[in-house]
C-alpha cells in the first residue's frame, strides 16, 4: 500500500512538515508495512520555495534587500537544476515583501514598497537563471508593482521628470515610463510564471485596492487615494507600455504585481497550486500510490476555486486515485469539493472549543482526526463484496 500525503499548512498552527509527520505516525500504526510519501504544499504565499525545495531538493539562496518599508533584511530563493544541468529560480514574494513581515501596527497599503521582491528576481538573472517563478501571495503591497520594477531598472518619473518613490501614495504622481536603463539581463529570453490563485483585476470594486487594500492597512478614507493611483498607473503602462491591465483577470494580485509582472516582463499567470504541483513533480510522484491524504486549516466553497484541495483533487481524480482531506474545520459548502475529487472531507475538531484551545491542543486533534481516518480506511478495506 502507498500512501501520500500532501497537506497544506493549518496556517498559525501546524507547518505542512508537522501535518506530515503526524499523520505519517499514525499511519504507520495502522499501516506498518504501507509506502508513505511526504509532500509539503503551499498554495503560492509563504513556505512555497520551501515546500519545493522539499520535494525537488536544489539550495536556497540569501540576499540582502529592501522589505516593504524599505528596510534592509535577508531574504532568500530557490534555485532548482534539472538533469540537463540547466537552472530554475523560485521566488517568493512574501519573503521579501510579505505582510507577514511587518507587525499590524506597521502595515500601510500607501508606503509599502514591492521593491524587495524586484531585488531576488535583478539576483537570480545576475545568477544566470532565465527561468523564474514567481509565487506572489501574502504581499503586503499596494505599489501596482512599481516597486519591484524599479529594482529591475524601469524608471517611474513625475512631471518634473524626477523619479518617484515606488510606493502605493505615488502611483497618482507618474507621467511616464522609462525603460531606457532596464537591468540588461531582461533584453534576452527570459520566461517568467506567475503563480496566482485569485482572479481580481487591477482596478475597480473587486481590484487590488478596495479588495485588499484593507487588510494591508488602508483606511477607509485612504482607498479612493490608492483606487485613483491604480487607475492612473494602468492608463499609463497602457500608453508607454502598450498593454492594458486594468481590467486583467489576476492583474489586482499581490496589490497589482500581477499585472506588472506580465506588461512589463511579459510574464504568464498561472494557477499557483497547478504550478506548485507541476514544480514538485506530484504526478509522478503519484502515479503508484492507492490514497492521497491531503488537507488545510479550513475547508469551504473557496477551497473548490482553484485552491490546494482543488489542485490535488482533480489531480488525482485524473489519476483515479482517491483523496481524503483532513483539515482543521469544514463549512457547509465544502461539499463542492467532492465535485473535485476529493472523496471525503474529516474535520480535526471533534467538540466545540474557543481559538485558544484548538492552538493549544492542534497536535493532539490532528492524531485525532488521523486516526479515525485510517480505522475508516481499515474498516472499509475489511468489508466483504455485497
Known amino acids: 500500500m502507498h500512501i501520500v500525503i500532501a497537506p497544506d499548512s493549518f496556517k498559525g498552527t501546524l507547518s505542512s512538515e508537522q501535518i506530515i509527520e503526524i499523520i505519517s505516525a499514525e499511519a504507520r500504526c495502522h499501516f506498518p508495512d504501507a509506502k508513505i510519501t511526504g509532500v509539503p504544499i503551499a498554495d503560492g504565499g509563504e513556505g512555497t520555495v520551501h515546500a519545493v525545495l522539499a520535494s525537488r531538493g536544489g539550495r536556497l539562496r540569501n540576499v540582502p534587500v529592501k522589505n516593504p518599508l524599505f528596510e534592509t533584511i535577508e531574504a532568500s530563493y530557490g534555485i532548482l537544476e534539472d538533469s540537463y544541468g540547466k537552472l530554475s529560480a523560485i521566488i517568493e514574494m512574501a519573503a521579501a515583501s510579505g505582510i507577514t513581515l511587518l507587525p499590524a501596527s506597521q502595515r500601510s497599503a500607501l508606503t509599502t514598497t514591492s521593491y524587495g521582491t524586484g531585488e531576488l528576481i535583478v539576483d537570480a538573472l545576475k545568477q544566470g537563471i532565465r527561468d523564474i517563478t514567481v509565487a506572489i501571495g501574502g504581499s503586503a503591497t ?3 508593482g512599481m516597486g519591484a520594477m524599479a529594482a529591475l531598472g524601469f524608471r517611474f518619473l513625475d512631471k518634473n521628470n524626477k523619479d518617484v518613490v515606488p510606493t502605493g501614495e505615488n502611483l497618482i504622481h507618474v507621467s511616464h515610463i522609462d ?43 485612504q482607498l479612493e487615494l490608492l483606487e485613483q493611483g491604480m487607475s492612473h498607473f494602468a492608463e499609463i503602462i497602457k500608453r508607454d507600455l502598450g498593454t492594458d491591465i486594468r481590467d486583467a483577470k489576476g492583474a489586482g494580485a499581490a496589490g497589482g504585481l500581477g ?82 475529487g476529493i472523496t471525503a472531507i474529516v474535520p480535526a475538531l471533534n467538540r466545540a472549543m474557543s481559538l485558544t484551545e484548538v492552538f493549544r491542543h492542534s497536535k493532539n486533534l490532528l492524531h485525532d482526526a488521523a486516526e479515525r481516518t485510517f480505522l475508516l480506511l481499515k474498516a472499509g478495506m475489511s468489508l466483504k463484496n455485497l
Open 142 to 144: 499596494n505599489d501596482g
Open 179 to 221: 525603460a531606457s536603463a532596464i537591468l540588461s539581463e531582461l533584453t534576452e529570453n527570459v520566461l517568467f510564471t506567475v503563480m496566482c490563485d485569485v482572479h481580481n483585476p487591477f482596478c475597480g470594486p473587486c481590484g487590488a485596492t478596495y479588495t485588499y487594500g484593507p487588510q494591508k492597512g488602508a483606511a477607509a478614507e
Open 259 to 340: 499585472g506588472a509582472l506580465c506588461a512589463f516582463l511579459g510574464g504568464s499567470l498561472k494557477s499557483g497550486i497547478q504550478t506548485l504541483l507541476e514544480l514538485v513533480q506530484f504526478e509522478a510522484l503519484t502515479k503508484d500510490a492507492d490514497i492521497i491524504i491531503s488537507g488545510e486549516g479550513c475547508a469551504d466553497g473557496q477551497s473548490a476555486q482553484g485552491k490546494v484541495l482543488w489542485g490535488i483533487g482533480t489531480s488525482a481524480k485524473a489519476l483515479g486515485i482517491p483523496v481524503i482531506a483532513i483539515v482543521g474545520g469544514m463549512r457547509p459548502d465544502a461539499k463542492q469539493l467532492y465535485d473535485c
